[in-house]
């Protein structure tokens, strides 16, 4: 049994607001699904994040509409789930028309059943079904993106995921960051779920999320199957530049190296034994260039982009203290004959010595629902740049549903879509009724101390707006 194994494609995606980023992202998708068809895997797994929005442009359907034409005039049939970045709350998607014209399977819980060549199901509730794909013995398993919250509930005691896939064998896909591999990553201190929430049984994880290659083995989780991150098939930000170019005050010359994250690819699965198999990537050059004066910045500059080849992307920091500060517009027109198909310059010049003042922690400043917007515009800005409308629907259900005041653990009625039965929960943790439907308004919403290990903060008096500045706050009651 052979299988792919791709994810975080971002299909639409025009990085730096340039059109040949929009090429670069749909060319390594062709060629990834092409070099999978080649080695005759059975199947292929996209494990989320196919597009970079929810709502594609026609362009963009189409050209996936292509590339999945390949395996599917091969009768490779492809299983996919979606991530953050392409999921909706609405009834019909991308994904819904991909899987009508038989170019994907999708698996998770859906509301009605499915039985076909490549697809079984589950009757779990009324109208609640759990699909999962079958080529030959093997089960393709997953759920597409959840947050945290939606998937480990009342502290823990509440696993859905585990409810949901106990018993279950073969291949699990999942769109989370598992805090065990994001180490170095954006979600670092963000992760959806700690090892131990996974659900054991599986013969392999096929994960999406994390945007750099990550694999954790049995030997190191003690878990039934490898953990695998394929990472994104391009590079989306600078942590996951190919090159790195350092060139300090100190340096004599500026320094070049390739980044430990510098190959792209995915996973080709024998045996339920990852190899690597790389795309062309575009090369992603990031420097940075110290300098204590605009002169020195801009001779090292020049120096350093003699380095850089033409095809390349570079994003080039400089820093240092220059009295007076600089402007990046006297940087722009000194590289714009070198031949770097798109570079840009950021700027942490400071124009005078900061003497830096006693640092505050994020959590003392933000509550923890700010702190998770806030990674979500760190993370990926762009989504919200390019598609407003996909930001006001996942802040609507992020916020409709989060809400432990207005939607508390009930039984029916309330439940978002891809949540276990809590009867179902229940019987798995053994968790007593009572205290898992522990009333809300004693509940403080966030769980900011919790995660952190600090004591809880106390919860605000809702009828008493006291910072002006929670956002929280701001949206539990809808106006300011
Ligand atoms: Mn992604």
Do not use: C
Not at 61 to 85: S, T
Not at 156 to 172: D, E, Q, R, S, Y
Not at 435 to 454: D, Q, Y
């Amino acid at each position: 049994m052979r299988f792919a194994h791709i994810s975080d494609v971002h299909l639409g995606r025009e990085q730096f607001n340039q059109p040949f980023r929009y090429d670069d992202y749909v060319r390594v998708f062709r060629e990834a699904i092409e070099k999978a068809v080649k080695e005759r895997v059975d199947f292929i797994l996209i494990a989320g994040d196919l597009f970079h929005v929810s709502r594609p442009s026609p362009k963009t359907i189409r050209d996936a509409v292509e590339i999945l034409e390949i395996p599917k005039r091969k009768d490779i049939p492809v299983f996919a789930i979606e991530g953050n970045h392409d999921k909706t709350i609405r009834e019909t998607s991308v994904f819904d028309l991909l899987e009508h014209l038989g170019l994907i399977h999708t698996v998770g819980l859906k509301r009605e059943p499915r039985e076909n060549e490549f697809q079984r199901s589950k009757k779990l509730s009324e109208n609640r079904y759990l699909v999962w794909g079958q080529v030959g013995d093997v089960e393709i398993h997953g759920l597409r993106h959840h947050t945290r919250w939606q998937l480990i509930r009342n502290d823990g005691a509440v696993n859905v995921l585990k409810a949901l896939f106990k018993g279950k064998k073969g291949i699990l896909m999942l769109h989370q960051a598992v805090d065990y591999l994001a180490k170095d990553t954006p979600y670092q201190d963000a992760f959806d779920l700690k090892l131990n929430e996974l659900p054991d049984g599986f013969s392999y994880y096929a994960l999406g999320h994390i945007h750099v290659r990550r694999i954790a083995e049995t030997a190191q989780t003690g878990l039934s199957g490898p953990i695998v991150y394929p990472g994104s098939l391009e590079r989306t930000e600078i942590r996951e530049a190919s090159h790195i170019i350092r060139y300090s005050t100190r340096d004599k010359k500026p320094k070049v190296m390739e980044s430990r994250e510098g190959p792209k690819g995915f996973y080709i699965v024998e045996d339920f034994q990852p190899e690597f198999v790389e795309v062309d990537a575009r090369p992603f050059y990031s420097i940075r260039v110290e300098g204590e004066g605009k002169a020195e910045l801009r001779e090292k500059v020049e120096e350093t982009a003699s380095l850089v080849p033409r095809d390349a992307i570079a994003v080039i920091t400089l820093e240092g203290t220059v009295k007076g500060g600089i402007s990046l517009a006297e940087f722009n027109d000194l590289l714009k004959d070198s031949g770097i198909r798109y570079y840009t310059f950021r700027s942490r010049v400071v124009g005078e010595a900061v003497i830096s003042k006693e640092r505050l922690s994020e959590e003392e400043l933000f509550t923890e629902w700010e702190r998770e917007l806030l990674l979500h515009l760190r993370v990926s800005p762009k989504e919200f740049s390019e598609g407003l409308s996909d930001f006001v629907s996942w802040l609507v259900e992020r916020y409709e549903k989060g809400i432990p005041a207005k939607a508390p653990v009930t039984k029916k009625g309330a439940e978002p879509e891809g949540q276990a039965k809590e009867g179902t929960a229940k019987a798995e943790t053994g968790e007593k009724p009572a205290k898992a439907r522990k009333p809300a308004k004693t509940k403080e919403p966030t769980k900011t101390g919790k995660e952190t290990g600090k004591a809880p903060k106390k919860p605000k008096p809702i009828s008493k707006p006291k910072n002006p500045s929670s956002l929280d706050a701001w949206l539990r009651r809808g106006k300011p």
